[in-house]
């Protein structure tokens, strides 16, 4: 057995922590993402500081804020020259340090079948990605199926994005992400260590499970939604505009009790069937005498509001759309811990070098998991705003000109924009915040350096002629 640990990435996409069982929910089960953390640490507070999926899986890719790497939207993606400027993912570094790489379902990448330092992948970008021919459309062509929107299954419309998926249980898209993943634990041979990432598209919507998994939950159990406040309503144009485009075909601008309930219920009931698919993959793990020396990750992209503030999906800086479940279980020494000291999805690529015995990157802008800060400030970006979080405020400034402040202490689900009443820690969060911002600009922009410009009298930077490197290298960083 290699001395050096596996490391299962287990990574569902916009799962906020609160529906699962061992973050305090009761109204579901999840015993399989519970005993993981009954085994391993479970964070408390853990933050997407780019609640939007691209910016979030660009930064876990490199380490980086997204105003360092520049993806602070869907619809952008890694420069195809960031080698040259020394920057590369953790798949790439683990591949270098002998690990296996493998990348199984949904990613996120442009193009999509970029392997982005994957030495294998299995691809699924399901759910909105329908018109993508990837090994999912593949696989459901082979049985005479096709990939569907939600606006072709029965109810997205009536409910607001709580749909049936009609497909087979092994052609639903989280089952058979879990299902290629399991192959291909059961393939490798050897004693070569692996890291493999698996992306399972749900329960991002539509939320859309099978029919005959409804009753599994009950609709009355679920917690009701946070209110909406003044704040929150100044976002709601900006939402309302972004569903009603093609990708979702939704119309957002009213949305009663009862459609929050039964997307609240959709959603909870596929939480619990990607329990079944943590399961397997915990399982084949153990069947196949590899979980003794594997470190699992369980993760999220986001989190989604699931109608509080009225608000649905994920994209703004409040509580329901930046947490994310941040479980780590190491099997070689399985003992259960909460840590309290917040992380930051950032973390991950610093703790996947470490764990593989890899050098420290410099590109990384998070903190290793195992050096936890009680008192951390976290900054979050995206192309609509920024943020910065302590572990007991929040201060929050958008495009649209919206400014607040929230004690998260006092008044946990953000329902009092308090940033006239404390001016001192308005300046103080402010003054961080723009320290975060001007070292990931800096970051971001630094292939633009031109060093030669300090070069002595005799450097060819004086003749004409001179040809400027670019990106600057990484030595001039």
Same mark, same amino acid.
């Given at each position: 057995?290699?001395?050096?640990?596996?490391?299962?990435?287990?990574?569902?996409? =916009?799962?906020?922590?609160?529906?699962?069982?061992?973050?305090?929910?009761?109204?579901?089960?999840?015993?399989?993402?519970?005993?993981?953390?009954?085994?391993?640490?479970?964070?408390?507070?853990?933050?997407?500081?780019? @609640?939007?999926?691209?910016?979030?899986?660009?930064?876990?890719?490199?380490?980086?804020?997204?105003?360092?790497?520049?993806?602070?939207?869907?619809?952008?993606?890694?420069?195809?020259?960031?080698?040259?400027?020394?920057?590369?993912?953790?798949?790439?570094?683990?591949?270098?340090?002998?690990?296996?790489?493998?990348?199984?379902?949904?990613?996120?990448?442009?193009?999509?079948?970029?392997?982005?330092?994957?030495?294998?992948?299995?691809?699924?970008?399901?759910?909105?990605?329908?018109?993508?021919?990837?090994?999912?459309?593949?696989?459901?062509?082979?049985?005479?199926?096709?990939?569907?929107?939600? /606006?072709?299954?029965?109810?997205?419309?009536?409910? /607001?994005?709580?749909?049936?998926? @009609?497909?087979?249980?092994?052609?639903?898209?989280?089952?058979? $992400?879990?299902?290629?993943?399991?192959?291909?634990?059961?393939?490798?041979?050897?004693? =070569?260590?692996?890291?493999?990432? $698996?992306?399972?598209?749900?329960?991002?919507?539509?939320?859309?499970?099978?029919?005959?998994?409804?009753?599994? $939950?009950?609709?009355?159990?679920?917690?009701?939604?946070?209110?909406?406040?003044?704040?929150?309503?100044?976002?709601?144009?900006?939402?309302?505009?972004?569903?009603?485009?093609?990708?979702?075909?939704?119309?957002?601008?009213?949305?009663?009790?009862?459609?929050?309930?039964?997307?609240?219920?959709?959603?909870?009931?596929?939480?619990?069937?990607?329990?079944?698919?943590?399961?397997?993959? $915990?399982?084949?793990?153990?069947?196949?005498?590899?979980?003794?020396?594997?470190?699992?990750?369980?993760?999220?992209?986001?989190?989604?509001?699931?109608?509080?503030?009225?608000?649905?999906? /994920?994209?703004?800086?409040?509580?329901?759309?930046?947490?994310?479940?941040?479980?780590?279980?190491?099997?070689?020494?399985?003992?259960?811990?909460?840590?309290?000291?917040?992380?930051?999805?950032?973390?991950?690529?610093?703790?996947?070098?470490?764990?593989?015995?890899?050098?420290?990157?410099?590109?990384?802008?998070?903190?290793?998991?195992?050096?936890?800060?009680?008192?951390?400030?976290?900054?979050?970006?995206?192309?609509?705003?920024?943020?910065?979080?302590?572990?007991?405020?929040?201060?929050?400034?958008?495009?649209?000109?919206? =400014?607040?402040?929230?004690?998260?202490?006092?008044?946990?689900?953000?329902?009092?924009?308090?940033?006239?009443?404390?001016?001192?820690?308005?300046?103080?969060?402010?003054?961080?915040?723009?320290?975060?911002?001007?070292?990931?600009?800096?970051?971001?922009?630094?292939?633009?350096?031109?060093?030669?410009? /300090?070069?002595?009298?005799?450097?060819?930077?004086?003749?004409?002629?001179?040809?400027?490197?670019?990106?600057?290298? @990484?030595?001039? =960083?």
């Amino acid at each position: 057995m290699s001395a050096r640990p596996n490391i299962l990435f287990l990574l569902p996409d =916009q799962l906020r922590p609160d529906f699962l069982g061992c973050y305090g929910a009761e109204f579901l089960r999840t015993p399989a993402i519970d005993a993981l953390a009954a085994q391993g640490t479970r964070w408390q507070t853990a933050i997407s500081p780019s @609640p939007i999926c691209v910016p979030a899986r660009a930064s876990m890719l490199t380490g980086q804020h997204a105003h360092a790497t520049g993806i602070m939207h869907n619809l952008c993606w890694l420069r195809p020259d960031r080698h040259k400027m020394g920057l590369r993912t953790w798949p790439e570094i683990l591949a270098t340090e002998g690990y296996r790489t493998s990348a199984i379902g949904k990613m996120h990448f442009y193009p999509w079948d970029r392997s982005e330092g994957f030495q294998h992948r299995v691809i699924a970008e399901d759910k909105r990605h329908i018109h993508v021919r990837d090994d999912y459309h593949h696989a459901l062509a082979a049985e005479g199926f096709t990939k569907l929107h939600g /606006k072709e299954m029965a109810g997205y419309h009536e409910t /607001k994005g709580a749909c049936i998926n @009609p497909l087979p249980d092994h052609l639903q898209p989280d089952r058979w $992400v879990a299902q290629r993943a399991a192959d291909h634990l059961r393939s490798l041979r050897g004693d =070569q260590p692996f890291a493999m990432m $698996v992306g399972f598209p749900g329960p991002h919507c539509p939320y859309d499970p099978p029919a005959e998994a409804l009753d599994r $939950v009950d609709p009355s159990a679920l917690p009701d939604p946070l209110p909406r406040t003044a704040e929150s309503e100044t976002h709601m144009d900006a939402h309302v505009a972004a569903y009603k485009r093609d990708w979702a075909g939704l119309d957002y601008s009213r949305l009663s009790a009862a459609q929050v309930r039964a997307i609240r219920h959709h959603y909870a009931v596929s939480v619990e069937r990607l329990d079944e698919d943590v399961a397997l993959l $915990v399982e084949t793990l153990r069947q196949t005498g590899r979980l003794e020396n594997t470190i699992i990750v369980f993760a999220s992209d986001h989190g989604d509001y699931l109608g509080d503030f009225g608000l649905m999906g /994920k994209g703004f800086f409040h509580e329901p759309s930046i947490r994310v479940p941040l479980i780590v279980a190491d099997f070689r020494a399985p003992a259960a811990r909460v840590e309290t000291a917040p992380a930051s999805l950032l973390d991950l690529f610093p703790s996947f070098l470490h764990w593989a015995g890899a050098a420290p990157a410099p590109q990384a802008q998070g903190l290793r998991l195992s050096e936890p800060d009680s008192d951390r400030a976290i900054a979050g970006a995206t192309s609509g705003g920024f943020m910065l979080r302590t572990p007991r405020w929040k201060l929050v400034r958008y495009g649209n000109g919206t =400014q607040a402040l929230f004690d998260l202490e006092a008044d946990p689900g953000e329902q009092e924009n308090v940033i006239d009443a404390h001016p001192a820690t308005r300046a103080e969060l402010d003054a961080a915040l723009t320290r975060s911002l001007l070292q990931g600009f800096a970051t971001g922009h630094a292939d633009k350096a031109v060093a030669a410009a /300090k070069s002595p009298p005799e450097g060819p930077f004086h003749d004409p002629f001179w040809q400027r490197p670019y990106p600057a290298p @990484p030595a001039t =960083q």
